[in-house]
């Protein structure tokens, strides 16, 4: 849904970044307004995961220039669990295994904290367990993986479902989602779907990072974006991811080899 | 009779053990003869050092430390015992352990009967003349043995509280399970100030017996303990151990299984933790004397401040353990960069015909874990500590029910720093 007064909860801009020495962002520059659903979609090593990763915080990417503000504030001074906090989420493309950690604590310690965050009541295990109940309906879960350690023994489509529960007890108001179609099957895949579009509203944003054109059929883009070579190529609405499918991504190829327009950094 | 309180000028001794052994009363009491061989085992025989093989990482530094006299004890408080459990101090704080009303099943072990079974554990499983052992030997004025049969409903729980006093405190137990017996023990050692705990446990399992065998063990950086635990296990028998010691500043756990004639199943879970300039040791050593037998063994550690963690792993597979199956995990946490970890298998694999699986590994705080939990809200701070409890929960789960009153992971987890989780630091596996 796309409201052209609505508020702005992220805008990266001139964002470069890099691992180790290797530089990887090269001038991303990206605004998401609340109600809209954006979509990343580019080949492997265009800089998708790396942007969501820089975004959540991860200590491995160093953020050489550029600016993130989350509503209005530097999203980059934060530590990742602040970021967290104030709800910015990153559902991971290879959710984490945590063995003898419970699962159900696990949720309950991070809801609480964004509630603390929120000014809310921190809930005991009681009243948790009444809400994950609840919200794992939302992706149709079986409450046994509850008790099980954090995504251990999980199929990769339970550990996608254990990603959107928890995106469904945080409540973010911006989610990024890396990734989150793969290693699902059509019916995996329709689950998820069903609950990141549960869990998009007029007040939130989401940014979808994919491959291929089936997770768009699920969840509808507002907008497209084309990443290569670690900036925003081509941006577009739906229509893009379509023309993606079937022309494949060489034009990119021709296109970077053209020469770089003014705007570009280093 | 000759007072063996008398320190007796023998080179070979040393100086801790001298005036230990001239602290003491005479021997005398049930254990008598026991004591005076104990004793002179000691005149003969010094202090392990860092120069003996078996104790190259394990400074006994801690020990000479400790006031070379008895401990006498002061009853601490403890916490109330949980539903279905037996509980007995072995520390001297409560007397006369023949007059117990005792649980159906559990015998207290006649003078003879005692005098027969006494030391042959140790001494069928090569531990006999251990320094660790006479010293037990020389000081235990008392041992708790019993026959155990049939199946015996409550845990039995063994405490021995040291609290604050200086010196030593002896534990001996002997337990003999005829055939098909059950029992579940859980032994806690606890200490508060700068003593030594000494123990040695020696069970025998008849044919399809079955031991539970817990031991949490809670110190105090100024304090050791010594524990010696001597297991023969007879055809189809069941020994598990679940052993936890977090806290001391030595502490040196051994234990030493025998299957006589194998086919039996031995599982032994360990966990110990450092911090500060702690030191603890696990030196197991099991032997399969006969076909079919099995070994799980899980031992766990965690490493922080300037800590030291050292487990030696012996498995002896002679010819005639033919059709054997061990496993050895040892996994190692290492949260700071001054902290050692110490891990070694020992394997000697005669028999040809046997599966002896084991691994080591040693790691930091996972990064990707970390952060995982981070991106979820969760500080780093608390998240390490999640990831600790993770790591603590497997063996932690294992102990009896009757370790829940001693609050063992709160006891683990407060003696950690949360540790400096920067980077994943190094990780390495070996033959599994």
């Given at each position: ?266 | ?275 500060g300039q702690q030191l603890a040791d696990t030196h197991s050593q099991v032997r399969f004397g006969g076909p079919d037998g099995t070994l799980e063994q899980g031992h766990r550690a965690i490493a922080d401040g300037a800590g030291r963690s050292v487990f030696n792993g012996a498995v002896q597979v002679p010819q005639a353990a033919q059709r054997t199956n061990a496993s050895q995990l040892s996994r190692n946490l290492l949260l700071s960069d001054r902290a050692r970890i110490d891990t070694k298998p020992e394997l000697e694999i005669v028999a040809d015909d046997v599966r002896c699986a084991h691994g080591a590994t040693v790691s930091r705080l996972q990064q990707d874990e970390l952060f995982y939990l981070q991106s979820r809200g969760i500080g780093v701070d608390q998240a390490a500590r999640l990831l600790l409890r993770g790591f603590c929960a497997e063996v932690l789960a294992a102990l009896p029910a009757a370790a ?29």
């Amino acid at each position: 849904m796309i409201r052209s007064d609505a508020p702005i909860l992220l805008e990266i801009r001139d964002l470069h970044a890099r691992v180790e020495d290797q530089p990887i962002l090269r001038g991303v520059n990206l605004t998401l307004r609340a109600g809209e659903i954006h979509a990343v979609m580019g080949r492997n090593g265009s800089g998708k995961s790396t942007l969501s990763k820089v975004l959540a915080g991860h200590p491995a990417y160093t953020v050489t220039s550029g600016s993130v503000l989350y509503r209005g504030a530097d999203l980059l001074a934060l530590e990742p669990e602040q970021r967290a906090r104030i709800g910015l989420f990153l559902g991971f493309q290879y959710p984490v295994e945590i063995p003898g950690v419970s699962n159900l604590e696990f949720l309950r310690v991070a809801t609480n904290a964004r509630r603390q965050e929120q000014g809310l009541e921190e809930l005991d295990t009681f009243a948790f367990d009444d809400l994950v109940q609840e919200r794992l309906r939302v992706v149709q879960m079986d409450p046994a993986f509850l008790e099980r350690s954090v995504n251990q023994g999980f199929s990769g489509g339970e550990k996608k479902r254990n990603e959107i529960l928890q995106m469904a007890l945080l409540e973010p108001l911006v989610a990024i989602l890396d990734e989150t179609d793969s290693g699902l099957d059509i019916d995996a895949l329709r689950i998820v779907a069903g609950g990141v579009n549960q869990l998009a509203g007029p007040d939130t944003s989401t940014l979808l990072i994919t491959h291929y054109q089936r997770l768009l059929d699920a969840i509808v883009p507002d907008f497209v974006h084309v990443m290569a070579a670690g900036r925003i190529l081509r941006t577009g609405g739906k229509d893009l991811a379509l023309e993606l499918e079937e022309r494949g991504y060489d034009w990119v190829d021709a296109e970077l080899a053209q020469p770089l327009a003014g705007a570009e950094v280093g | 009779m000759t007072a063996m309180g008398t320190p007796v000028a023998v080179a070979s001794s040393d100086p801790w053990s001298q005036a230990l052994l001239s602290s003491l009363a005479p021997a005398a009491g049930p254990l008598e003869a026991v004591q005076r061989r104990g004793r002179a085992g000691l005149t003969h025989q010094a202090m392990p050092s860092r120069r003996a093989e078996a104790w190259r990482f394990t400074d006994t530094a801690v020990i000479q430390a400790i006031a070379p006299q008895l401990l006498q004890p002061a009853p601490e408080a403890l916490p109330a015992c949980g539903e279905g459990v037996w509980r007995l101090r072995l520390d001297g704080g409560e007397e006369a352990l023949a007059d117990q009303a005792w649980p159906a099943g559990l015998t207290p072990l006649p003078g003879p009967d005692l005098e027969l079974a006494l030391g042959q554990t140790l001494a069928d499983t090569g531990g006999r003349e251990h320094w660790p052992v006479l010293l037990n030997k020389a000081t235990a004025p008392r041992v708790l043995a019993l026959r155990v049969r049939g199946e015996v409903a409550p845990t039995l729980e063994l405490v021995s509280e040291a609290g604050a006093g200086p010196g030593v405190l002896p534990v001996r137990v002997l337990l003999l399970l005829e055939e098909q017996a059950r029992l579940t023990v859980l032994q806690v050692h606890r200490s508060g100030g700068a003593n030594l705990t000494s123990v040695v446990v020696e069970a025998r399992l008849g044919r399809g017996a079955h031991l539970s065998h817990g031991v949490l063990a809670q110190g105090h950086p100024e304090a050791a303990l010594l524990a010696h635990l001597a297991v023969v296990q007879h055809p189809d028998s069941n020994f598990d151990q679940v052993s936890t010691a977090a806290g001391w500043g030595l502490v040196r756990v051994e234990p030493r299984v025998l299957q006589s004639e194998g086919s039996a199943a031995t599982s032994l879970l360990g966990l110990q933790a450092v911090r500060g300039q702690q030191l603890a040791d696990t030196h197991s050593q099991v032997r399969f004397g006969g076909p079919d037998g099995t070994l799980e063994q899980g031992h766990r550690a965690i490493a922080d401040g300037a800590g030291r963690s050292v487990f030696n792993g012996a498995v002896q597979v002679p010819q005639a353990a033919q059709r054997t199956n061990a496993s050895q995990l040892s996994r190692n946490l290492l949260l700071s960069d001054r902290a050692r970890i110490d891990t070694k298998p020992e394997l000697e694999i005669v028999a040809d015909d046997v599966r002896c699986a084991h691994g080591a590994t040693v790691s930091r705080l996972q990064q990707d874990e970390l952060f995982y939990l981070q991106s979820r809200g969760i500080g780093v701070d608390q998240a390490a500590r999640l990831l600790l409890r993770g790591f603590c929960a497997e063996v932690l789960a294992a102990l009896p029910a009757a370790a829940a009153p001693w609050q063992p992971l709160e006891h683990l987890l407060d003696q950690e720093e949360t540790g400096d989780p920067e980077g994943t630091g190094d990780q390495e596996e070996t033959g599994r």
